[in-house]
Each structure stands twice: as structure tokens, then as C-alpha cells.
């Protein structure tokens, strides 16, 4: 039963390009979440979606930054014209359907460095 | 809103010995979940142990205990018979029951002694 996946682990970008960050989450669940850790610092939160549907976007940057879970296929985080304070690393986690006190299974996250 | 704050930065402890981490949050729900995730340098996020609100029994996970006082709003990590695995970062984290998002406090970094 593989756990979280996320593509690719480390991912390069100069600035102004654009970066594309995948989640696959486990095998049944329907939530995802996304968080962002800055060096030194704890996760925060970004957006939790479902399948086809932004729940909570109340943590993204309101400019450049979107994320989308499709019905089919992964969900993706995405930046656009990335500056030097993205950097960081992008942590996502999935949970199922009844969360009540379900734990978030994370994965081994995406660094993304921008130069 | 709620809030996580891990008041030690930094941490260290004998091997062998015992270590409390220490958590603080605040919150005006009465129903809600508490985590303890450790992140070692992999990076990796991997659930320490977890205490419901409605519960007073402190949860146990082998060295791993809490002590959760609801009252003081405190949930703090004990560690027993430390080993040098136990090295990382510990975070702190709140759900509230009628919210998925989890929120993590800034965490420990733990160093172990040999």
C-alpha cells in the first residue's frame, strides 16, 4: 500500500519560470492538503482540497499560486514566475473521506529552490 | 483563531535519559485532536502520537507519552529512555473537530547525547 508520492523531491527554477508540484495520496483518500515549510520553520498550511473541488484555500498567496486536484490523475501545486521567497519545501498530505481524528499521512515533500 | 506555540526551540538530552517537549495552544472549541509528528533530517513527517480533547486519558505509544491538561490548554511530549534515533525536529499540531486543516506549531529541534 504505497503511502503519499510526490514528484519530483528536489525541483530547480529560475526566477520568473514557472513550478509544478504533484501529489499522489494514498490509496483511498480523498483529501489532500498542502503545506509549505520555510528553512527553520514548521508547516504551514496552504489549501485543502477534494476531488474536483478547492475546500480551504485560505492559507495560498493570492497571487501566483493555484492548486487543483482533478478527478483523475494527481494533484498539482502550481507556481507562477517563481521568485526567490518560494523557495522552501512544499509538503503534501492526504486523509480519507471520514477524517474525524484521522492523522494526515504526508509525503517526503518537493524542495524547491529558486534561483 | 487557533494557534500552536512551541516555546523550546532547541532541545538536547542524555541518551538514555528522559525529555518533555512543550506545547501550548489556543483554541475556543471544546472537541478537537492533538498530534505530536517527528521530522528527522529525511524529512520525512511521521506521526508520533495523537490524544483526542474528549479524552482524559493521556495517550501512550511505547517511550512516547503525553501530558494533555485541557485546562491549561498544554500538551506536552515525554520521551522516554532516549535513544539516538529520536534526533529531530518535533512538531506540535491542533485540528479542530470541525476543521481538516491541521495547524503545526514552528517545533523542537531534539538533540540526543551519546
Known amino acids: 500500500n504505497a503511502g503519499v508520492m510526490q514528484n519530483p523531491r528536489h525541483l530547480v527554477r529560475r526566477r520568473g519560470q514557472e513550478a509544478r508540484l504533484r501529489c499522489s495520496p494514498m490509496?483511498?483518500?480523498?483529501?489532500v492538503y498542502w503545506y509549505r515549510q520555510l528553512p527553520e520553520e514548521g508547516l504551514k498550511f496552504m489549501v485543502y482540497?477534494?476531488?474536483?473541488?478547492?475546500?480551504?484555500e485560505s492559507g495560498m498567496p493570492k497571487e501566483r499560486f493555484s492548486a487543483e486536484f482533478p478527478k483523475e490523475g494527481p494533484s498539482i501545486l502550481r507556481i507562477q514566475q517563481v521568485v526567490r521567497g518560494d523557495s522552501a519545501a512544499y509538503f503534501c498530505?492526504?486523509?480519507?473521506?471520514?477524517?474525524?481524528?484521522?492523522?494526515?499521512?504526508f509525503g517526503n515533500g518537493t524542495r524547491l529552490t529558486v534561483t | 483563531a487557533q494557534t500552536v506555540t512551541q516555546s523550546q526551540p532547541e532541545m538536547s538530552v542524555q541518551e538514555a535519559e528522559t525529555v518533555t517537549l512543550s506545547c501550548t495552544y489556543d483554541?475556543?472549541?471544546?472537541?478537537?485532536?492533538l498530534f505530536w509528528y517527528k521530522q528527522p533530517p529525511s524529512r520525512q513527517m511521521i506521526l508520533v502520537i495523537r490524544?483526542?480533547?474528549?479524552?482524559?486519558q493521556n495517550a501512550t505509544e511505547n517511550r512516547f507519552s503525553v501530558n494533555f491538561q485541557k485546562a491549561a490548554k498544554s500538551f506536552s511530549l515525554k520521551i522516554s529512555d532516549s535513544q539516538l534515533g529520536d534526533a529531530a525536529m518535533y512538531f506540535c499540531?491542533?485540528?479542530?473537530?470541525?476543521?481538516?486543516?491541521?495547524?503545526f506549531g514552528k517545533g523542537t529541534r531534539l538533540h540526543i547525547l551519546p
Open positions: 482540497l477534494q476531488k474536483e473541488n478547492i475546500i480551504d
Open positions: 490524544q483526542e480533547a474528549y479524552k482524559q
Open positions: 498530505a492526504s486523509s480519507p473521506l471520514m477524517a474525524d481524528n484521522s492523522p494526515l499521512h
Open positions: 483554541t475556543s472549541e471544546s472537541d478537537y485532536y
Open positions: 499540531a491542533y485540528r479542530g473537530n470541525r476543521d481538516d486543516k491541521i495547524i
Open positions: 490509496k483511498g483518500h480523498s483529501h
